[in-house]
């Protein structure tokens, strides 16, 4: 009870500050140093820009200065300037209120390889396929036993009678063993080991991982009748090069001795459902390369094991197939297609590709009888038996380094016990009865019987425990049953022993959608994380065009790994936590940026008349969607990475060639003689498709799971109609239609509508889906795509739940009759359904609150504005239908399908300003520029004059939304050129209400948007937030306490913002920036005072004696308005809104290793701190009349001020300031020391994490979350 409500405690702390960047250090254990924590908890208390504790901390420099404030308020209320002395009055109130952050292509397919049906990844139209009439409608038709799982579909019941022992299965019975018909078993040991998941993919290698690989190579070489096989190289890969020769020696004498099997050998295990063959087959690539390069081709696995991913796909049998397998295992497949399987003794078939005739593809195929890949559910029918031979289960045998007990007592009656010669006999008697139970559901006499599970094998104890118990079970069954042989084997070993001893039944068809129990459908995966899923397709479009313009594989390996390890099953399929979702994220948008840089760097030098080139789609976060960056007016070059003609416009570019062309290639509208006709109200489409935006409100599900609960139209409120329902727009939801046409041999035939939906899904049990409606009499039948290659077919079942029939749309959804086919293309994956006829649904987002007990234990809340962009093609001619026709697509659809997943890609020059940048949900590629500078108020217009430097400046933004709008209202009516001078405004998270009012002032001012990507309010769980995990082993800050996220957020914001601002292109003429907050005021004559003051500091001179210029006199200290308004004077830098130039940048990068380590969370006492040390000058020029006025309070502006205060301040508590600035300056004597150099800053900024993450900003290192997770 204590630890939750001081929890609770603790979040209203926290939410508090981040409203007023006050820090909650003070909620910290009592430090170490009393006197000193105290000034470091006034120092909590302030604004950022105002530095109490600086005086504070000088015992009696404070008390001196506590004296000249009230002197000072005493000398000024003297005055006779009126003025003043108001000014004065209002900042002492504020004050009193509360001084309150390929080789080519990589081995691509072509259609020259290989026969299919589907579309070919490479953007090759496939050859079609031939009539392959008769086979489907009658399986059997060939005289071969052949089962064709869209038929079950039909036909099967999905039941789910209660079968006993085996619950989902029936009752067994042993089989006979004799010498005559011995039975073999292959006991094999396995680690299932999830490249991400809890935990990221760094995480789990440090904490699990390579402990599990440790031991096993050291429990392998005890005893060489011990076996283990691997599957994920991408742990393996990183474990094999910390290993030393003598280690990796080992390996190699493992693997000869076959003791030790690679299987599958693909980076990851991948995901069958949203993943596409580019994405797997690189995935297995990478691995292959990897074991084929350290250990040789001999060593590349000939057989596959796929044991967790939700449902299989035929797919993945073609690709091993090609990659010269032999035979695969699978294993989560429904429940019922089990047990129909096993009662026919068909788990073992020949996976046929539904297009291959002559079974050219065919492979070997074992499904696992069973509910799951654990030891309870693989030596046999019954669990509970099972269970008591799971060995790594004994008392004190699954206890990790650290004490943690990761192995749970079995959960029915019988306990495992150890095995010894008293008990030997009886325990192998029962568990031979379970491989003889087993053995009844397959057609050889061998057994397959994994022994392991999630991340086990990771301690030597647990090892010896399952190889010892084992094995005494093994010798005593070899020596004492005839006709049993039983030992530890590898995958290959089985399958040797098995293929070719029976003829298998020929299976075709997906195991979609997946059912482990009762009604728990996976069909929610199909669309969880879509913001994730998109940009893993990105990834793959700016991939496979690097490699088309010749980029090798060694070249893209980083990007090819990054991309292979989000093919992972608990990645693509965003079934992972928040923070592991967000380390593949990153991981994807550095890779994005890697292979742009290798794509720029060959234009650039192909095109050196064009000057620098750049991306003209880029974003600006990992989770951020694409903004342009390009001009509209200008040229951009154009590169098509298809082998077909693309069109930009008018302009046409060959294929796999370079072109030249104008944005937008596409604009929002109409073509000539359009039929398309929206509802004037809700601006939704109503012909040819009716067009539906839907919502499932649900009680239930989560990652994984998809359970219904009422269907509806979504209401949206402020529906914005443009171009007559063209662009219709509401808060969250956004939808621009874009015509097409279709190429002049299809005019007639084939209507094309392009529909871009940008979608930013807030409320919680809530899954958005747009529906497409048309009266095609399609009789239940629904054609979905198969990883962008195959075709499936479902037929639509009354009798089962909605959730079993939502299905993957990798890339496409098609209905059909005999007068329209409705074909729906995708650019990423996502769940789709056919519920009525006539419909197609496609999933856009879903968000829930809860898991749903797949072990996640959290719900899919990280929702962000999220691009679907679907094409639909409705098509009169051309396609095959009737029940006798294998599904395919048309040559036209062919072509729309690869222009939308291999679009041209486009690179301009760099722009002279980026408007809106990250800032617009909605893209604006299609807008005509929106910036027109208007003149309000004052007229400012004869000051419009071109100035000699120009200084943009930077507003460091939170939420204070009522604040900012203030001071953007002050500087519209200040002579800031903001026609031609840009205002960058960054944001520590995105608070909508904030980037509502940015996009308002878009037609005021030229806005550049940055968005912190180590925000701590959009990662309160992970890096840089409150990371529980970094406390673990961290002994404190300099005072003992440990981190606080609220404490150094600020600093990581600042820190970020500074390295960001001045490495933007678009503001590379910029000769300095002033840093300002969202709660400064700007005077009237604020840019000339910068002019002056910059001009005067720009001198050879001056550049190394100052800082730079600061704009308050005051510090906000009413008292210390000098008497001479009309002059300039040099004082120490102490805090407050500054102006630095790019040489002084340039200075503090050089010394960012004292600015990251030293202790203190305030980033201007930091640089205090190095100004102290003399590494950076102290000294600033300021004006004595203040430029600048601080109106940020504690809480909400209203709570606090009455607003004819605040107009007050603002009309005379800033004044126009003109002085001249000559040689002779004023200058504060006392403050003019460097300040004293302090061992000791002011803590909560001792976490070696935040130091790295700080000191790679500043080197221009990606500053990868991942690294901070381990001490
Ligand atoms: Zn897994």
Same mark, same amino acid.
């Given at each position: 009870?204590?630890?939750?409500?001081?929890?609770?405690?603790?979040?209203?702390?926290?939410?508090?500050?981040?409203?007023?960047?006050?820090?909650?250090?003070?909620?910290?254990?009592?430090?170490?140093?009393?006197?000193?924590?105290?000034?470091?908890?006034?120092?909590?208390?302030?604004?950022?820009?105002?530095?109490?504790?600086?005086?504070?901390?000088?015992?009696?420099?404070?008390?001196?200065?506590?004296?000249?404030?009230?002197?000072?308020?005493?000398?000024?209320?003297?005055?006779?300037?009126?003025?003043?002395?108001?000014?004065?009055?209002?900042?002492?109130?504020?004050?009193?209120?509360? +001084?309150?952050?390929?080789?080519?292509?990589?081995?691509?397919?072509?259609?020259?390889?290989?026969?299919?049906? =589907?579309?070919?990844?490479?953007?090759?139209?496939?050859?079609?396929?031939?009539?392959?009439?008769?086979?489907?409608?009658?399986?059997?038709?060939?005289?071969?036993?052949?089962?064709?799982?869209?038929?079950?579909?039909?036909?099967?019941?999905?039941?789910?009678?209660?079968?006993? !022992?085996?619950?989902?299965?029936?009752?067994?019975?042993?089989?006979? #063993?004799?010498?005559?018909?011995?039975?073999?078993?292959?006991?094999?040991?396995?680690?299932?080991?999830?490249?991400?998941?809890?935990?990221?993919?760094?995480?789990?290698?440090?904490?699990?991982?390579?402990?599990?690989?440790?031991?096993?190579?050291?429990?392998?070489?005890?005893?060489?009748?011990?076996?283990?096989?691997?599957?994920?190289?991408?742990?393996?890969?990183?474990?094999?090069?910390?290993?030393?020769?003598?280690?990796?020696?080992?390996?190699?004498?493992?693997? *000869?001795?076959?003791?030790?099997?690679?299987?599958?050998?693909?980076?990851?295990?991948?995901?069958?459902?949203?993943?596409?063959?580019?994405?797997?087959?690189?995935?297995?690539?990478?691995?292959?390369?990897?074991? *084929?390069?350290?250990?040789?081709?001999?060593?590349?696995?000939?057989?596959?094991?796929?044991?967790?991913?939700?449902?299989?796909?035929? !797919?993945?049998?073609?690709?091993?197939?090609?990659?010269?397998?032999?035979?695969?295992?699978?294993?989560?497949?429904?429940?019922?297609?089990?047990?129909?399987?096993?009662?026919?003794?068909?788990?073992?078939?020949?996976?046929?590709?539904?297009?291959?005739?002559?079974?050219?593809?065919?492979?070997?195929?074992?499904?696992?009888?069973?509910?799951?890949?654990?030891?309870?559910?693989?030596?046999?029918?019954?669990?509970?038996?099972?269970?008591?031979?799971?060995?790594?289960?004994?008392?004190?045998?699954?206890?990790?380094?650290?004490?943690?007990?990761?192995?749970?007592?079995? @959960?029915?009656?019988?306990?495992?016990?150890?095995?010894?010669?008293?008990?030997?006999?009886?325990?192998?008697?029962?568990?031979?009865?379970?491989?003889?139970?087993?053995?009844?559901?397959?057609?050889?006499?061998?057994?397959?019987?994994?022994?392991?599970?999630?991340?086990?094998?990771?301690?030597?104890?647990?090892?010896?425990?399952?190889?010892?118990?084992?094995?005494? /079970?093994?010798?005593?069954?070899?020596?004492?049953?005839?006709?049993?042989?039983?030992?530890?084997?590898?995958?290959?070993?089985?399958?040797?022993?098995?293929?070719?001893?029976?003829?298998?039944?020929?299976?075709? =068809?997906?195991?979609?959608?997946?059912?482990?129990?009762?009604?728990?459908?996976?069909?929610?995966?199909?669309?969880?994380?879509?913001?994730?899923?998109?940009?893993?397709?990105?990834?793959? *479009?700016? %991939?496979?065009?690097?490699?088309?313009?010749?980029?090798?594989?060694?070249?893209?390996?980083?990007?090819?790994?990054?991309?292979?390890?989000?093919?992972?099953?608990?990645?693509?399929?965003? !079934?992972?936590?928040?923070?592991?979702?967000?380390?593949?994220?990153?991981?994807?948008?550095?890779?994005?940026?890697?292979?742009?840089?290798?794509?720029?760097?060959?234009?650039?030098?192909?095109?050196?008349?064009?000057?620098? &080139?750049?991306?003209?789609?880029?974003?600006?976060?990992?989770?951020?969607?694409?903004?342009?960056?390009?001009?509209?007016?200008?040229?951009?070059?154009?590169?098509?990475?298809?082998?077909?003609?693309?069109?930009?416009?008018?302009?046409?570019?060959?294929?796999?060639?370079?072109?030249?062309?104008?944005?937008?290639?596409?604009? @929002?509208?109409?073509?000539?003689?359009?039929?398309?006709?929206?509802?004037?109200?809700?601006?939704?489409?109503?012909?040819?498709?009716?067009?539906?935006?839907?919502?499932?409100?649900?009680?239930?599900?989560?990652?994984?799971?998809?359970?219904?609960?009422?269907?509806?139209?979504?209401?949206?409120?402020?529906?914005?109609?443009?171009?007559?329902?063209?662009?219709?727009?509401?808060?969250?939801?956004?939808?621009?239609?874009?015509?097409?046409?279709?190429?002049?041999?299809?005019?007639?035939?084939?209507?094309?509508?392009?529909?871009?939906?940008?979608?930013?899904?807030?409320?919680?049990?809530?899954?958005?889906?747009?529906?497409? +409606?048309?009266?095609?009499?399609?009789?239940?039948?629904?054609?979905?795509?198969?990883?962008?290659?195959?075709?499936?077919?479902?037929?639509?079942?009354?009798?089962?739940?909605?959730?079993?029939?939502?299905?993957?749309?990798?890339?496409?959804?098609?209905?059909?009759?005999?007068?329209?086919?409705?074909?729906?293309?995708?650019?990423?994956? $996502?769940?789709?359904?056919?519920?009525?006829?006539?419909?197609?649904?496609?999933?856009?987002?879903?968000?829930?609150?809860?898991?749903?007990?797949?072990?996640?234990?959290? =719900?899919?809340?990280?929702?962000?504005?999220?691009?679907?962009?679907?094409?639909?093609?409705?098509?009169?001619?051309?396609?095959?239908?009737?029940?006798?026709?294998?599904?395919? !697509?048309?040559?036209?659809?062919?072509?729309?399908?690869?222009? &939308?997943?291999?679009? /041209?890609?486009?690179?301009?020059?760099?722009?002279?300003?980026?408007?809106?940048?990250?800032?617009?949900?909605?893209?604006?590629?299609?807008?005509?520029?929106?910036? +027109?500078?208007?003149?309000?108020?004052?007229?400012?217009?004869?000051?419009?004059?071109?100035?000699?430097?120009?200084?943009?400046?930077?507003?460091?933004?939170?939420?204070?939304?009522?604040?900012?709008?203030?001071?953007?209202?002050?500087?519209?009516?200040?002579?800031?050129?903001?026609?031609?001078?840009?205002?960058?405004?960054?944001?520590?998270?995105?608070?909508?209400?904030?980037?509502?009012?940015?996009?308002? #002032?878009?037609?005021?001012?030229?806005?550049?948007?940055?968005?912190?990507?180590?925000?701590?309010?959009?990662?309160?769980?992970?890096?840089?937030?409150?990371?529980?995990?970094?406390?673990?082993?961290?002994?404190?800050?300099?005072?003992?306490? /440990?981190?606080?996220?609220?404490?150094?957020?600020?600093?990581?914001?600042?820190?970020?913002?500074?390295?960001?601002?001045?490495?933007?292109?678009?503001?590379?003429?910029?000769?300095?920036?002033?840093?300002?907050?969202?709660?400064?005021?700007?005077?009237?004559?604020?840019?000339?005072?910068?002019?002056?003051?910059?001009?005067?500091?720009?001198?050879?001179?001056?550049?190394?004696?100052?800082?730079?210029?600061?704009?308050?006199?005051?510090?906000?200290?009413?008292?210390?308005?000098?008497?001479?308004?009309?002059?300039?004077?040099?004082?120490?830098?102490?805090?407050?809104?500054?102006?630095?130039?790019?040489?002084?940048?340039?200075?503090?990068?050089?010394?960012?290793? $004292?600015?990251?380590?030293?202790?203190?969370?305030?980033?201007?006492?930091?640089?205090?701190?190095?100004?102290?040390?003399? %590494?950076?000058?102290?000294?600033?020029?300021?004006? +004595?009349?203040?430029?600048?006025?601080?109106?940020?309070?504690?809480?909400? &502006?209203?709570?606090?001020?009455?607003?004819?205060?605040?107009?007050?301040?603002?009309?005379?508590?800033?004044?126009?300031?003109?002085?001249? %600035?000559?040689?002779?300056?004023?200058?504060?004597?006392?403050?003019?020391?460097?300040?004293?150099?302090?061992?000791?800053?002011?803590?909560?900024?001792?976490?070696?994490?935040?130091?790295?993450?700080?000191?790679?900003?500043?080197?221009?290192?990606?500053?990868?979350?991942? $690294?901070?997770?381990?001490?």
């Amino acid at each position: 009870m204590t630890t939750l409500r001081s929890r609770q405690q603790h979040g209203l702390e926290a939410t508090a500050s981040r409203g007023d960047k006050t820090k909650t250090a003070l909620t910290k254990a009592p430090p170490t140093n009393p006197s000193v924590r105290t000034a470091s908890r006034i120092g909590d208390k302030r604004n950022q820009f105002f530095d109490l504790h600086i005086f504070l901390n000088y015992g009696w420099i404070g008390i001196l200065l506590i004296f000249l404030w009230f002197w000072g308020l005493y000398y000024v209320i003297q005055s006779t300037d009126e003025k003043s002395t108001k000014l004065i009055e209002i900042q002492h109130l504020l004050r009193k209120r509360g +001084n309150g952050a390929q080789g080519k292509a990589g081995g691509k397919i072509t259609s020259s390889q290989v026969q299919h049906s =589907g579309f070919d990844i490479a953007g090759n139209p496939a050859k079609d396929m031939g009539a392959s009439a008769g086979k489907y409608a009658d399986p059997d038709s060939d005289g071969h036993e052949t089962i064709d799982m869209r038929e079950w579909s039909r036909t099967l019941p999905f039941a789910n009678p209660d079968g006993g !022992t085996w619950a989902q299965g029936f009752e067994l019975d042993p089989i006979p #063993i004799s010498k005559t018909t011995p039975l073999k078993v292959f006991v094999v040991p396995h680690s299932h080991c999830d490249p991400g998941w809890l935990k990221t993919f760094d995480e789990y290698y440090q904490s699990q991982t390579k402990h599990i690989l440790d031991t096993i190579m050291e429990s392998l070489q005890q005893d060489q009748r011990r076996k283990f096989i691997w599957a994920e190289i991408s742990f393996f890969e990183k474990w094999w090069n910390e290993q030393s020769a003598d280690i990796q020696d080992t390996v190699r004498m493992l693997l *000869r001795n076959k003791q030790f099997e690679f299987v599958t050998g693909g980076w990851v295990q991948p995901d069958e459902a949203n993943t596409d063959l580019y994405a797997m087959e690189v995935q297995l690539q990478e691995g292959h390369d990897f074991i *084929r390069e350290t250990f040789g081709e001999e060593y590349i696995p000939k057989y596959g094991w796929s044991i967790d991913p939700f449902g299989f796909s035929p !797919t993945m049998a073609y690709l091993l197939k090609k990659y010269g397998f032999k035979g695969m295992l699978i294993q989560r497949v429904h429940y019922a297609v089990k047990k129909e399987l096993a009662l026919h003794r068909q788990l073992e078939f020949l996976w046929r590709q539904t297009w291959d005739d002559e079974g050219e593809y065919d492979m070997f195929t074992h499904m696992m009888p069973f509910f799951s890949y654990d030891v309870p559910h693989s030596c046999g029918p019954d669990p509970e038996v099972c269970c008591a031979f799971d060995f790594a289960r004994l008392p004190n045998v699954g206890v990790d380094a650290d004490g943690i007990v990761y192995t749970k007592e079995c @959960p029915w009656e019988l306990k495992v016990k150890p095995i010894h010669q008293r008990n030997v006999a009886k325990r192998a008697m029962v568990l031979l009865d379970q491989y003889r139970k087993k053995a009844s559901l397959f057609r050889s006499n061998v057994v397959i019987a994994p022994v392991g599970d999630d991340f086990r094998y990771r301690t030597l104890a647990e090892a010896q425990a399952q190889f010892e118990n084992h094995q005494l /079970l093994f010798d005593y069954l070899n020596e004492n049953i005839a006709g049993v042989s039983i030992q530890f084997g590898t995958l290959s070993e089985y399958f040797d022993a098995v293929i070719g001893t029976f003829d298998p039944p020929i299976l075709k =068809g997906s195991f979609f959608t997946y059912a482990d129990h009762k009604e728990d459908y996976w069909s929610g995966y199909f669309t969880s994380r879509p913001f994730d899923k998109a940009l893993g397709r990105r990834l793959e *479009r700016t %991939l496979f065009a690097a490699e088309t313009m010749g980029a090798t594989k060694e070249e893209m390996r980083e990007a090819r790994r990054s991309m292979s390890l989000f093919q992972h099953h608990d990645a693509i399929t965003g !079934t992972a936590t928040d923070k592991v979702m967000e380390d593949y994220a990153t991981r994807m948008q550095n890779a994005i940026l890697d292979i742009e840089q290798w794509m720029v760097k060959k234009l650039t030098a192909e095109h050196e008349h064009l000057g620098t &080139l750049q991306p003209c789609w880029q974003s600006p976060s990992s989770r951020g969607m694409d903004v342009n960056f390009c001009n509209e007016s200008d040229q951009v070059l154009l590169f098509n990475p298809l082998d077909t003609e693309q069109l930009c416009g008018d302009v046409s570019v060959k294929g796999r060639s370079m072109g030249m062309g104008t944005l937008p290639c596409e604009r @929002p509208g109409s073509i000539p003689n359009s039929i398309i006709q929206f509802d004037p109200l809700s601006g939704l489409m109503t012909h040819p498709i009716k067009e539906q935006w839907m919502v499932w409100s649900v009680n239930e599900g989560g990652a994984y799971l998809f359970v219904p609960g009422s269907l509806h139209d979504y209401k949206g409120i402020d529906i914005q109609i443009e171009m007559g329902g063209f662009v219709v727009k509401t808060k969250n939801w956004r939808r621009t239609v874009i015509e097409r046409t279709v190429p002049t041999n299809f005019q007639g035939k084939a209507t094309f509508i392009e529909f871009i939906y940008e979608t930013n899904l807030r409320d919680d049990e809530e899954e958005w889906l747009v529906r497409f +409606n048309t009266d095609i009499q399609s009789d239940g039948v629904f054609h979905t795509d198969l990883n962008g290659f195959n075709f499936d077919t479902h037929y639509h079942r009354p009798d089962l739940p909605i959730q079993a029939q939502v299905y993957p749309m990798p890339t496409h959804a098609s209905i059909q009759d005999s007068d329209r086919r409705l074909t729906v293309l995708s650019e990423h994956s $996502q769940g789709t359904a056919s519920l009525e006829d006539g419909t197609i649904d496609v999933w856009l987002d879903r968000r829930l609150s809860q898991g749903d007990g797949r072990g996640l234990e959290q =719900g899919v809340q990280d929702n962000v504005w999220t691009r679907s962009k679907l094409r639909v093609l409705v098509e009169t001619e051309g396609y095959k239908h009737g029940q006798n026709e294998e599904f395919d !697509t048309t040559p036209l659809c062919k072509q729309m399908w690869k222009e &939308l997943n291999h679009p /041209l890609e486009l690179f301009g020059t760099v722009k002279d300003t980026v408007k809106g940048f990250g800032s617009t949900p909605f893209h604006n590629d299609f807008k005509p520029s929106n910036f +027109n500078p208007t003149q309000t108020g004052d007229d400012l217009s004869h000051k419009q004059q071109a100035y000699k430097y120009e200084i943009p400046i930077v507003f460091m933004v939170q939420k204070r939304v009522d604040y900012f709008k203030r001071v953007i209202d002050s500087l519209r009516k200040s002579d800031f050129p903001r026609a031609t001078v840009p205002i960058i405004i960054s944001h520590d998270g995105r608070i909508q209400e904030m980037i509502n009012f940015v996009e308002s #002032i878009q037609s005021d001012f030229q806005v550049i948007q940055l968005f912190h990507p180590y925000s701590c309010i959009e990662h309160p769980n992970s890096f840089p937030g409150d990371d529980p995990s970094l406390n673990k082993g961290y002994e404190g800050d300099s005072y003992g306490n /440990l981190r606080d996220a609220h404490v150094c957020c600020l600093k990581h914001h600042f820190t970020w913002m500074i390295n960001e601002v001045f490495e933007l292109t678009s503001v590379k003429m910029a000769a300095g920036f002033l840093f300002m907050e969202e709660d400064y005021l700007v005077a009237p004559t604020i840019y000339e005072t910068l002019q002056t003051g910059f001009g005067f500091l720009d001198q050879d001179n001056k550049k190394d004696e100052y800082f730079g210029l600061t704009l308050d006199i005051s510090d906000n200290f009413a008292n210390k308005i000098p008497k001479k308004r009309n002059q300039w004077t040099t004082k120490r830098f102490v805090s407050g809104p500054m102006t630095i130039g790019r040489h002084m940048f340039a200075l503090l990068q050089q010394f960012s290793n $004292q600015y990251c380590e030293f202790d203190d969370y305030n980033w201007d006492w930091s640089m205090v701190h190095l100004m102290g040390k003399g %590494l950076l000058p102290c000294k600033t020029l300021v004006p +004595n009349e203040p430029q600048v006025l601080h109106i940020g309070i504690d809480g909400g &502006l209203h709570d606090h001020y009455e607003n004819s205060e605040l107009e007050e301040a603002i009309t005379i508590g800033l004044q126009p300031f003109h002085a001249k %600035l000559s040689g002779q300056l004023s200058e504060v004597g006392r403050f003019m020391d460097f300040p004293k150099a302090h061992d000791q800053g002011y803590g909560g900024w001792g976490h070696p994490a935040d130091q790295e993450h700080c000191k790679k900003l500043f080197h221009g290192q990606d500053p990868k979350p991942k $690294q901070y997770f381990h001490l």
